[in-house]
């Protein structure tokens, strides 16, 4: 069983940044997918972004790209969502989510593991 805890979220003006980070616990870090999720209010959760087990395969929603970056360290069990430029559109709760496997997901239901959230609000 993996525990996922996620932190760093806040308030920042449009185009500020944050770093948003995710810690695990509980399993064998590196042998897991992660992956970032947010949900705006009133609306369903959506992919942000994923990366692979090494961390040499990244994957990002076309709404992000160029903006977020996501990394990992596989020695200290996180990973991390560095978060520029950001929107007053990005304004959600951003989930930490972890599967098993090899293969990068961008579905909700191909997640095992998901962390409790973290708000993230950008005013314009």
């Known amino acids: 069983q993996v525990q996922l805890v996620e932190s760093g979220g806040g308030l920042v003006q449009a185009g500020g940044s944050l770093r948003l980070s995710c810690a695990a616990s509980g399993g064998t870090f590196s042998m897991h997918v992660m992956a970032w999720f947010r949900q705006a209010p009133g609306k369903g959760r959506e992919f942000v972004t994923s990366i692979s087990r090494s961390g040499g395969n990244t994957y990002y929603a076309d709404s992000v790209k160029g903006r977020f970056t996501i990394s990992r360290d596989n020695a200290k069990n996180t990973v991390y969502l560095q978060m520029n430029s950001l929107k007053p559109e990005d304004t959600a709760v951003y989930y930490c989510?972890?599967?098993?496997?090899?293969?990068?997901?961008?579905?909700?239901?191909?997640?095992?593991?998901w962390g409790q959230g973290t708000q993230v609000t950008v005013s314009s």
């Open positions: 989510a972890a599967r098993a496997g090899t293969a990068s997901f961008n579905t909700v239901g191909s997640y095992d593991y």
